[in-house]
């Protein structure tokens, strides 16, 4: 079985940045394709990051160039670090895992996949 726990969200300034972390136990952890994904109040799921067991990534557009995820092999901890937040940016935001699919084909389904509890991150202008 796996359990994801994120931490790390909280309030900032619009063009501050955060860096979120989520630690992956279980026997599966290593095979999986690990990403991100966000709800912010009366919007559909989003799924914004993802990085495969080769390290390749994927990002939504609307994320693209201003957010990076990375992954700790050794410890299984998956990192969001986020820069030049926007008010747009203010979800919830989910750590989540899917298997037997690449970062690009994750995205979707890393919404539907297990998850964490997540972590609030609200951006104010």
């Known amino acids: 079985q796996v359990q994801l726990v994120e931490s790390g969200g909280g309030s900032v300034q619009a063009g501050e940045s955060l860096r979120l972390s989520c630690n992956c136990s279980?026997?599966?952890?290593?095979?999986?394709?690990m990403g991100w994904f966000r709800q912010a109040s009366g919007k559909e799921r989003e799924g914004i990051a993802a990085?495969?067991?080769?390290?390749?990534?994927t990002y939504a557009d609307s994320v693209k160039g201003r957010f990076t995820i990375s992954k700790d092999k050794v410890t299984n901890i998956v990192y969001l670090q986020m820069d030049k937040l926007r008010p747009e940016d203010t979800a919830m935001y989910y750590c989540?895992?899917?298997?037997?699919?690449?970062?690009?084909?994750?995205?979707?389904?890393?919404?539907?996949?297990?998850r964490g509890q997540g972590t609030q991150v609200t951006v104010s202008s």
């Open positions: 990085i495969d067991g080769g390290g390749s990534t």
């Open positions: 279980g026997n599966t952890c290593q095979s999986a394709t």
């Open positions: 989540a895992a899917v298997w037997l699919l690449t970062s690009r084909q994750a995205l979707s389904p890393l919404t539907r996949g297990y």
